[in-house]
Each structure stands twice: as structure tokens, then as C-alpha cells.
């Protein structure tokens, strides 16, 4: 049974300064199902959707907080991403239930039974021409609204089990594995990245592309550009706030932002800066970004909810 809750919006905890601009936090006494979020989305409607642990998704329309719960006959032990297509459906990569389909009302699983590659989608994403992508363990999944089309190790993909992906400014698809190996896709021809070198051996949690060219890449053991023409490896020496990151997302003045597990990264292309909670933030611990066409940045958490950050 589908079940809605509807709460009106009580911000709190804001702070300003003209460089960190105004941080707000949401959290469980606001709307949210609850504070772990796992995953973050906007939508073309400019509706923020949250993957929150363990069986909820939340959505901000910017004056309140709608949550749903995924039908109880649905195993779904995790949310790890989510993403809303061109048709306005949110499609839901979970542990145990596949990719799930909300279209507002109704809820459609895609799993092992009904010739998905297995009962988990790792990550989700959609690219420039509508089709929506899905990483498992038994490969990457292209949805194009009519036809599923599964590509393998055996198609040229690095790896059956993909962690990340996402487009570049040139239509590209970027897929991270959890061999940390990564794979590039026109369309047409793969083309694969190995590195033996530390990070790249380790499992690619995120990706990001900016309009400069560059493919942001976080792993458990830092941060990895590519330029087009080499690798390049960020690590907390560099001014990383941790080891590893575990979220990557560009905003539209092309600084680059990182979720740690001890704080926020931005990152100019010349300078680090991070973000913990003695700026605002609501917890060092943070699990996912999304960015909304304004530069408004959303910063979700594994305890404490969700923080806005926007600059005005």
C-alpha cells in the first residue's frame, strides 16, 4: 500500500557569511522519512527527490515535504540511487528489487524475474537523449523507454558490476566499476582505463563531468581527473577533507564538490575548500550531492538529514 505524508516546511538551523553562503538543514522533524539519505535527485520541475533509508523516497517542491514508501511486497533493503527521466518517472536503483519505477502513483519493479541482470541497480542515471542507464552486477542496463538493451564484459564493458557512470559534454557515457576500472561508450565502441596505481584499483563510488572536458572520478581512495589526455590523483594531501569520496557533482561555474565522510570538498580548479559542520553543514558524514540549475547545492547525510547550501 502506497502511503503519503505531507508536512509544511519549518527551516532551521541557517547560517550566512559571503563566502560559505546560507546554509538551511532539514531534517525528520521537517518532512523527511528519516535522516539517512542515500541518494539525490532534481527534478525538470525543479522538485528535490531524496532516496532515505530504508524503503522511503521524500520529495522538496520548495514549500513542502511529500514522502513515499515503497509498497511493502517490494524487497527493497537500500536505496543507492535515483534518478527522474524525461517522462517524469523516478526510477529507484535498490538492493534487492532491482531498478523500481514511480510514476507518482503506481510502482513497477524490474528484477531478475522479469529479465533485469539480477536483483540490484547500483547506480542510475540518465543522458541527453532520454534513455536511462542502471549499474549491476550482471552489467550496464540502457532503457530507452521501449527497448532494454544489457551490455557486458563480453560487449567491451570493463567490468559486469558498475558502480557509477554518467555523460560528459560530448554525449559520452562514463561507467565505474567496482574493480575500479572504468569504461567510456559513444554509442557505438568502448574504450577502457586500467590503472595497477592506488587509487584507481579501488571502487569507483561516483563521476561527474565538467564542461571543460574534464571526468571527475571518487573512489574510496580519493579523487581522479581525467583530462583527456592523463589521470591525475587528488588525495587529503591536496586538501581532500578525508581519504576518500564517496559523491562527486559540478555546479554551473564549474567548481567541483565532493562528499566525504568529513565534510563537503569544493574544489576551483586551483583551490580546496571544506565544508564540515562549523560552517553549517548538518553532518561531517555526508553520502550524496545534488546541484539545482541556480547553484543551489544539496548535501544529503547519514544521520542528521539533508543541508541546502545557496548563494544569493
Not at 528535490?48 to 517542491?61: A, L, P, V
Not at 531478475?112 to 537523449?129: I, R
Not at 563521476?207 to 581527473?225: C, K, P
Not at 553532518?283 to 541546502?308: C, H, K, M, Q, Y
Request: proline content about 2%; some cysteine.
Amino acid at each position: 500500500m502506497l502511503i503519503c505524508i505531507v508536512i509544511m516546511t519549518v527551516m532551521v538551523q541557517c547560517s550566512k557569511s559571503p563566502a560559505e553562503g546560507r546554509w538551511t538543514t532539514f531534517s525528520a522533524e521537517d518532512g523527511l522519512a528519516n535522516n539517512w539519505i542515500t541518494a539525490i535527485t532534481v527534478d525538470s520541475r525543479g522538485n528535490k527527490w531524496f532516496g532515505c533509508m530504508i524503503r522511503s523516497i521524500s520529495c522538496y517542491n520548495n514549500r513542502s515535504w511529500t514522502t513515499y514508501s515503497v509498497p511493502e511486497e517490494f524487497v527493497c533493503g537500500y536505496i543507492f540511487d535515483i534518478a527522474v527521466d524525461k517522462d517524469n518517472n523516478k526510477w529507484i536503483g535498490t538492493l534487492g528489487s532491482g531498478a523500481i519505477r514511480f510514476d507518482g502513483v503506481n510502482w513497477t519493479s524490474y528484477n531478475e524475474s522479469n529479465g533485469f541482470p539480477g536483483n540490484d541497480a547500483l547506480a542510475v542515471a540518465t543522458d541527453s537523449d532520454g534513455n536511462v542507464w542502471f549499474g549491476t552486477r550482471g552489467g550496464v542496463v540502457r532503457y530507452d523507454g521501449e527497448q532494454w538493451v544489457t551490455f557486458t564484459d563480453g560487449d567491451g564493458l570493463v567490468s559486469d558490476t558498475i558502480t557509477a557512470m554518467a555523460e560528459d559534454r560530448d554525449g559520452n557515457m562514463w561507467f565505474g566499476s567496482v574493480s575500479g576500472d572504468i569504461s567510456r561508450f559513444d554509442g557505438t565502441s568502448w574504450e577502457n582505463f586500467h590503472r595497477p596505481a592506488d587509487p584507481m584499483k579501488h571502487i569507483i563510488n561516483d563521476i561527474a563531468a565538467d564542461q571543460d572536458g574534464n571526468i571527475w572520478v571518487a573512489t574510496v581512495f580519493g579523487v581522479l581527473r581525467y583530462s583527456g589526455t592523463g589521470w591525475r590523483v587528488f588525495s587529503k594531501h591536496d586538501g581532500l577533507c578525508s581519504y576518500g569520496a564517496i559523491a562527486a557533482e559540478v555546479d554551473k561555474n564549474g567548481r567541483r564538490w565532493f562528499a566525504t565522510d568529513d565534510g563537503v570538498s569544493s574544489f576551483d580548479g586551483i583551490n580546496w575548500t571544506c565544508y564540515t559542520g562549523d560552517n553549517g553543514l548538518a553532518s561531517n558524514g555526508v553520502t550524496s550531492i545534488a546541484v539545482e540549475p541556480d547553484g543551489t547545492l544539496w548535501f544529503g547525510t547519514g544521520e542528521a538529514g539533508v543541508s541546502r547550501l545557496s548563494f544569493e
